[in-house]
């Protein structure tokens, strides 16, 4: 089987690509992360394919970031946290043709951060978006903090990590975070129509448009690369274990004890 993780499908032109891993609420794990990067490269590169679709399977998630029950100071996988994800985001942005976050549930944590760096996001009236990061004893110290700010303004960004509020779609499209939201039964539909509307464009004139929107922020990636580091750093401390403590134990997380 060439996948695991993940469900592969074009669609008269677009590529679907599909975190099959509802009963974890499609978080990820190193798995996961590799299969997605290995799907959007193939996407990226496949003549027949003019854009890519970024989906979560079942109706409660698109993506709950990273896995927490294979996360213990660090993930499953390979990279500097055990979880490619400078790779994975630098994939999404690196592929020369628009990707789309479809969301119909929850965009949490990491998954808030895929759906912030997709070119469009695409959203039905169950979404919802949030950071859980500093609640949970993580922060993505690259694209999920500057780029976001980018996306919805310095003020909202703050306000979205700090405070690890729930934001509906309709709410997600006010601030810039999603592009439209529809009702539900719609969702697939209104994707699968930007999608081929996208198809219809001229793929190179798309290609270098995606590459000069990225080249405002590129200096994120190292950042991010940068930051890596710091958090791997942090996920070997009790304060960031005390966050994947308490959801395990279906507790409040204690963060006062770590005060400084
Ligand atoms: C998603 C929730 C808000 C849903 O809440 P609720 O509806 O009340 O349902 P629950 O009962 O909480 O959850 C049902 C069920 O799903 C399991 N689950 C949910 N999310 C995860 C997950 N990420 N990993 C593993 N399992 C998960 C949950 O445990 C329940 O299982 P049961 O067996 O039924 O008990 C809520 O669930 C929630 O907030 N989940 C945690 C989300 C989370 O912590 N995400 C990742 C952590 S931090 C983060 O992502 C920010 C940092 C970041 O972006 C990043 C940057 C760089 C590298 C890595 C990351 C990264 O992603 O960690």
Redesign the pocket.
Known sequence: MEYEDILYEVRNGAAWITINRPE??N??RGQTCDEIIRALNKAGYDRSVGAIVLAGAGD??FC??????A?NGN?DGRGT?G?P?EELHNAIRDVPKPVIARVQG?A??????ICTICDLTICSDKA?F????P????????Y?TAFLARVVGEKKAREIWYLNR?YSGAEAVAMGLANICVPHDQLDAEVQKWAEEICERSPTALAIAKRSFNADTAHQAGIAGLG?YA?KLYYDTEESRE?VNA??E?RKPDFRKFAK
């Open positions: 974890k609420m978080s990820f409660r998630a709950t970031g990273g896995d927490q029950s996360h993930y946290i979880l994800m929850f949490i944590g990491g998954g808030n951060v919802q949030g950071q859980v990061g609640k949970m004893g993580s922060v993505d110290p690259g999920g729930r890596m958090l966050g959801l395990k279906k």
